[in-house]
Structures are given as C-alpha cells and as structure tokens.
C-alpha cells in the first residue's frame, strides 16, 4: 500500500503506517529471500567441507606391502595410544619384538595385552620411560643395552603439547620441548652403539608439517617463560633439523634416519585445548583428521619398506617423499642446535658421540 493510496483514503501518512507497511514488505519478501540466501551459503558452505574432507581421505597414503619383521625388535616411545599404539600393533602383527617405551606403565600394560591378544605375538614387551626426564631416559638405555642384544628400528613417536599451562621438566627445560625434541637426541645419543652393531638399522622420527609455524630460537633454547603451546612448533621443527643433521652424522654407518607427517590425527594431544575453543575443535575441525589407524602408515613404511634400506635425511608426507621449508634444510642452523641441544641433555664424556 503506498503513500499515495493511504492519502486518498483520507487517512494520515503517519510514520507509523509507513513502518508498518516495510515491516509487511520485510517480511514477504526480504526475510524469506535473506533465509534462501543463508540456506544456500550454508549449502555450499557444506559442500566445501564435505569436498576437503573427501580430498584428504583420497589423498591420505596407506602403506599396503606386507613386509615381515620377524627377528627384528622396534622400539616405540609413547604408544600407549593414539598412533603409538597403531604403529606397535602394526609392527608386531609383521612379527616383530616390540618393546613401548611409555611413561604410564599401566595403561601400557593393557595395550600390551590387547596388542597381544590380535595379533598373537607374545614378544611384545613394556618399559618405563619418562622422555621428559635425563634420568628416566639414561635408566631406560642402560636397561636396554644391558638386555636386548640388538636393536633394528627406534621410533621417536613420543610427543606432549599444552596450549596454555607453563610447565618445565624435572631437569628445569620447558616441558614440550624437554619431551619432544631434548629427550629423543638423548635416547638417540646413549642407543646409537646397538644400533650401529644392528646395522642395517633405522631410525624414525615424527615430526609434524606444523613447524613451519614454528622457529627454533638459538639464543633462548629452554623458552621457559613463552608461550607454551608455540613451543610445540618449534619442537617440530627441531624435529627435522635434528633428522637432517643426524643424517650427515651417521653417512656410512649403516644406520638410516628419517622424519615423517603423520598428518592431524584425532588424538589425546589435542586434549589441553580448553573450552570454548575446544567446543568447535570438537565438532568442525576433527572431523577432518585422520584416524590413528591411517596416521601411522607412513611411521610404519619408513620401519619397514625395503625400498628405503639406504635412504635418509629425508621427510615423508603420506607415504612418499615430502619437501620441507629453507628454514628447515639450513644444515648451519641444524649444527648450531645439534651443538646447543647436546650441552642441554649433559652429555658427558663417557656418552656415545655422534
């Protein structure tokens, strides 16, 4: 009804009768065509999740060879869940003696026993080990070097991250970077002489392709005052330099080393994630990760394939060769962290040198 219609029937164009002939207008018109426009935009909104979700399970790589490692013992820190525990089933369903290296032995124990009871190889076994702590990890490599007569493959699985709390270590080292990245060159360093007697050999780390959101700080390697959950970037990026560098160290000595991507797994790591944040986390963002089924594939090609007997210092992404950032291939850089990481474990002089 316009203006013009209202004079001539003699009644006042008021403001109010103008509102309420746009409200009327509102609501035939624009609201329907503004919830038409939302229902699209949330359609298409869904089809673009629905099409990255299909592109990274068509993409994700499944190690399908099935290479037996009978005769052969792996050991794997932190597979008491997640990935950890996938790769140990994994590797013991091939035959292999699989020793978890895991800091809660009881939880350990049942997924020993659960790891036992599918793939019906009884030579899977539990040791403590704490990565966070010097003298967990030199309890640890004593224990082994007194007992296992050989070692073929040691896997660097363990991994921690806090987004928030600020937490150090039992030896004062910012804790994420103290498990991930200070405590596997430890192990490597006080492991390396049964690896090398078990020569051809392999070490695996895992890594992760978010360290290209991180940068390892030579000049603050224990950021115990920073931000926490920024350390477990850096700590990834340690990661590969610490491959790359070990590479070089271990040319012609039979023992091959490599890192991996495992992918985003749905996985207890991200549990310090707190709320609200941990809300949308939960019911958007997870439902594009991967399964811990399909994140350890490519832990479980570099331990296994023949094909890789003889390379190393590489990176891998889904099964197959990856390439990683300037920052993370500057071999002056992985030496100056290798130097600085081997004054923070305390290397003394009876230890193993690289």
């Known amino acids: 009804m316009s203006m013009g219609v209202v004079e001539h029937l003699g009644v006042p164009a008021a403001p109010m009768v103008v509102a309420e002939y746009w409200k009327a207008d509102y609501l035939f018109w624009v609201f329907p065509a503004m919830i038409a426009a939302g229902l699209l935009s949330g359609i298409g909104l869904l089809l673009i999740l629905l099409s990255i979700k299909f592109y990274a399970r068509y993409t994700c790589g499944m190690y399908k060879r099935k290479t037996k490692m009978d005769g052969k013992t792996v050991i794997i820190t932190g597979c008491n869940s997640g990935i950890g525990k996938e790769t140990a089933k994994d590797l013991a369903m091939r035959g292999a003696r699989v020793i978890m290296a895991c800091r809660n032995i009881e939880m350990a124990e049942k ?92 070490i695996v780390v895992v890594a992760s392709s978010l360290y290209r959101l991180g940068y390892f700080n030579i000049n603050n390697p224990n950021p115990v005052n920073d931000f926490s959950g920024y350390q477990y970037y850096v700590s990834k990026e340690a990661n590969i330099l ?101 004054k923070m474990v305390k290397l003394d002089e009876n230890d193993p040198r690289i």
């Open 111 to 202: 997924v020993k026993d659960e790891i036992i009871d599918i793939t019906n190889n009884k030579n899977v076994i539990v040791k403590k080990l704490d990565l966070s702590s010097f003298a967990s990890i030199r309890a640890f490599a004593e224990d082994i070097n007194t007992t296992e007569p050989r070692l073929d493959v040691l896997i660097h699985n363990a991994g921690y991250a806090d987004l928030l709390k600020k937490r150090k270590s039992a030896d004062d080292i910012e804790l994420t970077l103290a498990t991930n990245h200070y405590g596997p060159f430890l192990l490597t360093h006080l492991l390396i002489k049964l690896l090398k007697k078990s020569s051809p050999s392999r």
């Open 242 to 342: 610490f491959t790359k560098e070990l590479s070089r160290r271990l040319e012609g000595t039979g023992v091959t080393v490599n890192c991996l991507h495992p992918g985003l797994i749905d996985t207890g790591i991200w549990n310090s994630i707190p709320r609200p944040l941990s809300w949308f986390w939960n019911l958007v963002i997870k439902g594009f990760f991967k399964t811990p089924t399909e994140g350890c594939q490519t832990t479980v090609m570099l331990a296994v394939d023949e094909d890789l007997l003889k390379t190393t210092g590489k990176y891998f992404s889904d099964c197959q060769e990856s390439s990683v950032s300037n920052t993370a291939s500057d071999m002056k850089r992985a030496k100056k962290i290798w130097e600085i990481s081997e």
